[in-house]
């Protein structure tokens, strides 16, 4: 709640907890209004390096402190009011380019 509560006075987003992962359309869909959905597990203590869904410490150091800097913030959000009513191939699209702009 904290960070949510952070983000949202930098840049206006918002972390909102989910159990697993989305689909492209509902994660780029949240992006329109500034809210990042964020899992709620830690990855099980047998594999520390590798999770195929991604965990809680991944999400808050790896990506919520991307989402205080403005320019971010706004390059998220246009990607997600590009998706709103896009046709499935152009939501594959915009989710691979948010995955390699983000992720890698």
Known sequence: QDI???LK???GFTIRPVAGLLSGRDFLNALAFRVFFSTQ?????SKPF???????I???MGHAPLF???EFADFSQQIGLASLGA???DIQRLAT????SVEF
């Open 4 to 6: 949510s509560e952070f």
């Open 9 to 11: 006075h930098k840049t």
């Open 41 to 45: 597990y830690i990855r099980h203590h």
């Open 50 to 56: 590798y999770t195929p869904e991604p965990d809680v």
């Open 58 to 60: 991944h999400e808050l």
């Open 68 to 70: 205080a800097d403005p």
């Open 87 to 89: 046709s499935d191939e």
């Open 97 to 100: 380019c948010y995955w390699f």
